[in-house]
């Protein structure tokens, strides 16, 4: 009951910041480049691409044997956010970490799948494309959120859900007031995620956005998130 009160609270956050659907809205960037960029990508040599649910899906893949687990990052991050874990976590467990539509080198999502419930929606898909019950989630901020969301919407029983500083409510005072319009309106230029990867240059803007999360990660994770802002694409799905 809890998960199912704190979820529907991201629900209608999720739902005030749908995409808009018009003429004018931005047209859909590239995915980041494998062949050129993903090469020395952390865990590079378990990744493959599986399409599912209109979307060209990043996943990475490790363990024989043990429970299924799903890693599911959150907004801005990639499956880079568990590169330290995901081999060590594969010694006792079947691991997939995916990246969001539109992150990484995921392809963006059409329409509604770019919001919370779409995403659910189209993981849930992926999985059933893949064969894969899922029987344990970690999820990162708004990664938790769609693992809660699967729950709810998919009937799913999972033996356990785990939230790293989960993403469940929505955001306090008047950010929950601001945020959701002010998304849609940079939602409607193409322009925007071409601007905000040409700021993401400067190393200064990279360390202020991880300061403003209140994050403490290492040189590697702080270059892997420079590349991630750097990529229009990338700008576009987070």
């Given at each position: 009951?809890?998960?199912?009160?704190?979820c529907?609270?991201q629900t209608?956050?999720a739902?005030?910041n749908?995409?808009v659907?018009?003429?004018?809205?931005a047209?859909?960037?590239l995915?980041m480049?494998?062949d050129?960029?993903?090469?020395?990508w952390p865990n590079?040599a378990?990744?493959?691409?599986?399409?599912?649910?209109g979307v060209r899906w990043?996943?990475?893949?490790a363990?024989?044997q043990?429970?299924r687990?799903?890693l599911?990052?959150?907004?801005?991050?990639s499956s880079?956010?568990?590169?330290?874990?995901?081999l060590?976590?594969?010694?006792?467990?079947?691991?997939?970490?995916v990246d969001l539509p539109?992150?990484?080198f995921?392809?963006?999502?059409?329409g509604d799948g770019m919001?919370?419930p779409?995403?659910?929606q189209?993981?849930g898909?992926?999985?059933?494309?893949?064969?894969?019950p899922v029987q344990?989630?970690?999820?990162?901020?708004?990664?938790?959120?769609i693992?809660?969301?699967?729950?709810?919407?998919?009937?799913?029983k999972?033996?356990?859900?785990?939230?790293?500083n989960?993403?469940?409510?929505p955001?306090?005072?008047l950010?929950?007031?601001?945020?959701?319009?002010?998304a849609?309106?940079?939602?409607?230029?193409s322009?925007?995620p071409?601007?905000?990867?040409?700021?993401?240059?400067?190393p200064?803007?990279v360390?202020?956005?991880l300061?403003?999360?209140g994050?403490?990660?290492d040189?590697r994770g702080?270059?892997?998130?420079?590349?991630l802002?750097?990529?229009?694409?990338?700008?576009?799905?987070?």
């Open positions: 009951h809890a998960v199912r009160s704190a529907a609270s209608r956050l739902n005030a749908r995409p659907h018009h003429a004018g809205l047209q859909p960037v995915s480049d494998w050129s960029q993903g090469r020395d590079a378990h990744s493959r691409f599986v399409q599912a649910a990043h996943v990475q893949q363990g024989t043990g429970p687990v799903l599911l990052h959150g907004t801005g991050a880079h956010t568990w590169r330290d874990m995901f060590p976590l594969a010694e006792h467990a079947q691991v997939l970490a539109g992150h990484g995921s392809s963006l999502a059409a919001s919370l779409g995403m659910a189209g993981i898909e992926l999985l059933h494309q893949l064969d894969w344990a989630f970690i999820g990162h901020s708004a990664g938790a959120a693992a809660a969301q699967m729950v709810i919407d998919q009937g799913l999972p033996q356990v859900l785990i939230g790293i989960p993403a469940w409510l955001l306090p005072g950010a929950g007031v601001l945020f959701p319009p002010v849609k309106l940079l939602a409607l230029s322009l925007v071409h601007w905000f990867a040409r700021q993401a240059g400067n200064d803007m360390d202020k956005l300061e403003t999360t994050s403490r990660i040189e702080k270059g892997l998130y420079a590349r802002v750097a990529s229009p694409s990338h700008a576009q799905g987070a």
